[in-house]
Nanobody, 131 residues
Framework: QLQLVESGGGLAQPGGSLPLSCKTS????????IGWFRQAPGKDREAVSL????????YYADTVKGRFTITRTNAVNTAFLQMNNLKPEDTGVYYC????????????????????????WGQGTQVTVSS
Protein backbone atom coordinates (compact mmCIF):
# COMPACT_ATOMS: atom_id res chain seq x y z
CA GLN A 1 0.00 0.00 0.00
CA LEU A 2 1.35 3.39 -1.00
CA GLN A 3 2.32 5.69 1.84
CA LEU A 4 3.59 9.27 1.71
CA VAL A 5 6.08 10.71 4.18
CA GLU A 6 6.51 14.45 4.19
CA SER A 7 9.34 16.58 5.49
CA GLY A 8 10.19 20.23 5.46
CA GLY A 9 8.07 23.26 6.15
CA GLY A 10 8.31 25.47 9.19
CA LEU A 11 8.52 29.22 9.64
CA ALA A 12 9.76 31.72 7.11
CA GLN A 13 9.68 35.47 6.76
CA PRO A 14 7.91 37.09 3.83
CA GLY A 15 10.20 36.84 0.82
CA GLY A 16 11.92 33.81 2.27
CA SER A 17 12.14 30.22 1.06
CA LEU A 18 11.24 26.78 2.33
CA PRO A 19 11.59 23.32 0.83
CA LEU A 20 9.14 20.46 1.12
CA SER A 21 9.71 16.85 0.17
CA CYS A 22 7.45 13.83 -0.06
CA LYS A 23 8.80 10.30 -0.26
CA THR A 24 6.69 7.35 -1.24
CA SER A 25 6.90 3.90 0.28
CA UNK A 26 5.10 0.82 -0.90
CA UNK A 27 5.06 2.10 -4.45
CA UNK A 28 6.90 4.12 -7.05
CA UNK A 29 6.22 7.43 -8.76
CA UNK A 30 5.74 5.70 -12.08
CA UNK A 31 2.18 6.09 -13.39
CA UNK A 32 1.33 8.47 -10.59
CA UNK A 33 0.60 12.14 -10.12
CA ILE A 34 2.02 13.52 -6.90
CA GLY A 35 2.10 16.93 -5.34
CA TRP A 36 0.82 19.24 -2.68
CA PHE A 37 -2.44 20.70 -1.52
CA ARG A 38 -2.69 23.26 1.25
CA GLN A 39 -5.34 24.25 3.71
CA ALA A 40 -5.50 27.51 5.60
CA PRO A 41 -7.68 27.90 8.71
CA GLY A 42 -11.31 28.25 7.72
CA LYS A 43 -10.64 27.59 4.04
CA ASP A 44 -11.03 24.65 1.71
CA ARG A 45 -8.10 22.49 0.76
CA GLU A 46 -6.64 23.73 -2.53
CA ALA A 47 -4.20 22.30 -5.02
CA VAL A 48 -0.82 24.03 -5.00
CA SER A 49 1.41 22.08 -7.37
CA LEU A 50 1.47 18.62 -8.93
CA UNK A 51 3.82 16.61 -11.12
CA UNK A 52 3.49 13.51 -13.23
CA UNK A 53 5.89 10.79 -12.22
CA UNK A 54 5.75 9.41 -15.76
CA UNK A 55 6.50 12.44 -17.90
CA UNK A 56 7.28 15.33 -15.55
CA UNK A 57 4.33 17.44 -16.64
CA UNK A 58 3.48 19.99 -13.94
CA TYR A 59 0.57 21.95 -12.57
CA TYR A 60 0.79 25.15 -10.54
CA ALA A 61 -1.97 27.15 -8.96
CA ASP A 62 -2.02 30.70 -10.33
CA THR A 63 -1.19 32.03 -6.87
CA VAL A 64 2.18 30.25 -6.78
CA LYS A 65 3.31 30.37 -10.41
CA GLY A 66 6.78 31.84 -10.73
CA ARG A 67 7.49 31.33 -7.03
CA PHE A 68 7.18 27.57 -6.42
CA THR A 69 8.95 24.81 -8.32
CA ILE A 70 8.01 21.14 -8.17
CA THR A 71 10.38 18.37 -9.21
CA ARG A 72 10.67 14.67 -8.69
CA THR A 73 13.40 12.07 -8.58
CA ASN A 74 11.93 8.73 -9.53
CA ALA A 75 15.05 6.82 -8.48
CA VAL A 76 14.35 7.69 -4.85
CA ASN A 77 10.56 7.96 -5.22
CA THR A 78 10.53 11.49 -3.91
CA ALA A 79 8.85 14.72 -4.98
CA PHE A 80 10.16 18.13 -3.99
CA LEU A 81 8.54 21.53 -3.74
CA GLN A 82 10.81 24.55 -3.53
CA MET A 83 8.87 27.54 -2.27
CA ASN A 84 10.49 30.94 -2.90
CA ASN A 85 9.36 34.50 -2.32
CA LEU A 86 6.91 33.29 0.27
CA LYS A 87 3.94 35.43 1.20
CA PRO A 88 1.80 35.44 4.35
CA GLU A 89 -1.08 34.03 2.31
CA ASP A 90 1.01 30.91 1.69
CA THR A 91 0.51 30.00 5.35
CA GLY A 92 -1.31 26.73 5.95
CA VAL A 93 -0.93 23.01 6.36
CA TYR A 94 0.61 21.47 3.26
CA TYR A 95 -0.44 17.93 2.42
CA CYS A 96 1.36 15.67 -0.02
CA UNK A 97 -1.07 13.68 -2.14
CA UNK A 98 -0.87 11.07 -4.87
CA UNK A 99 -3.13 9.27 -7.29
CA UNK A 100 -2.68 6.72 -10.03
CA UNK A 101 -2.42 7.97 -13.60
CA UNK A 102 -1.85 4.94 -15.83
CA UNK A 103 -3.04 6.81 -18.92
CA UNK A 104 -0.68 9.71 -18.09
CA UNK A 105 -3.44 12.16 -18.89
CA UNK A 106 -4.48 13.61 -15.55
CA UNK A 107 -2.37 16.76 -16.02
CA UNK A 108 -2.72 16.89 -19.80
CA UNK A 109 -6.12 18.52 -19.94
CA UNK A 110 -7.19 21.84 -18.49
CA UNK A 111 -9.11 20.19 -15.72
CA UNK A 112 -10.06 21.54 -12.33
CA UNK A 113 -7.87 19.81 -9.79
CA UNK A 114 -9.92 18.40 -6.92
CA UNK A 115 -8.69 16.93 -3.65
CA UNK A 116 -11.27 14.16 -4.03
CA UNK A 117 -9.36 12.95 -7.11
CA UNK A 118 -6.50 11.88 -4.82
CA UNK A 119 -6.61 8.75 -2.71
CA UNK A 120 -3.31 8.79 -0.84
CA TRP A 121 -2.31 11.54 1.56
CA GLY A 122 0.63 12.45 3.74
CA GLN A 123 0.40 13.56 7.33
CA GLY A 124 0.62 17.27 6.55
CA THR A 125 3.25 19.81 7.51
CA GLN A 126 2.77 23.36 8.75
CA VAL A 127 4.11 26.28 6.73
CA THR A 128 3.94 29.67 8.41
CA VAL A 129 5.00 32.86 6.67
CA SER A 130 5.21 35.73 9.08
CA SER A 131 7.50 38.56 10.06
Amino acid sequence: QLQLVESGGGLAQPGGSLPLSCKTSGGTLDYKVIGWFRQAPGKDREAVSLISGANGRTYYADTVKGRFTITRTNAVNTAFLQMNNLKPEDTGVYYCAARSDYARTYLESNRQIKSTDFDTWGQGTQVTVSS
